[in-house]
């Protein structure tokens, strides 16, 4: 019933930018947050940032004054500017909406499906 696709994962040399992407899609009556997630092997999937519905953000110590989040409401995407990568950045992003869909009561979280991004030169 919805489906949520990620883009703009890749290779980038230290010092790069990325833009990341992330369209929901389906039987979707509104969203509140949005958000993006990684997860690297062996490891808890851990907040990157995310941004309500009237624009509030929140962010990782880790990539504050890097990245900044973003949305268009609508076209139900969520974006994920990242600069001045580092190789420590390197690991699958997650894609989060925590939504309604019509027929329903209560908020829900669906995911991604993830995208890589590899920081080495």
């Known amino acids: 019933q919805v489906q949520l696709v990620e883009s703009g994962g890749g290779l980038v040399q230290p010092g790069g930018s990325l833009r990341l992407s992330c369209a929901a899609s389906g039987n979707i009556f509104s969203i509140s947050a949005m958000g993006w997630y990684r997860q690297a092997p062996g490891k808890q999937r851990e907040l990157v940032a995310t941004i309500t519905s009237v624009g509030s953000t929140d962010y990782a110590d880790s990539v504050k004054g890097r990245f900044t989040i973003s949305r268009d409401n609508t076209k139900n995407t969520v974006y994920l500017q990242m600069n001045s990568l580092k190789p420590e950045d390197t690991t699958v992003y997650y894609c989060?909406?925590?939504?309604?869909?019509?027929?329903?009561?209560?908020?829900?979280?669906?995911w991604g499906q993830g995208t890589q991004v590899t920081v080495s030169a």
């Open positions: 989060n909406a925590r939504l309604i869909l019509y027929g329903r009561f209560r908020y829900e979280d669906y």
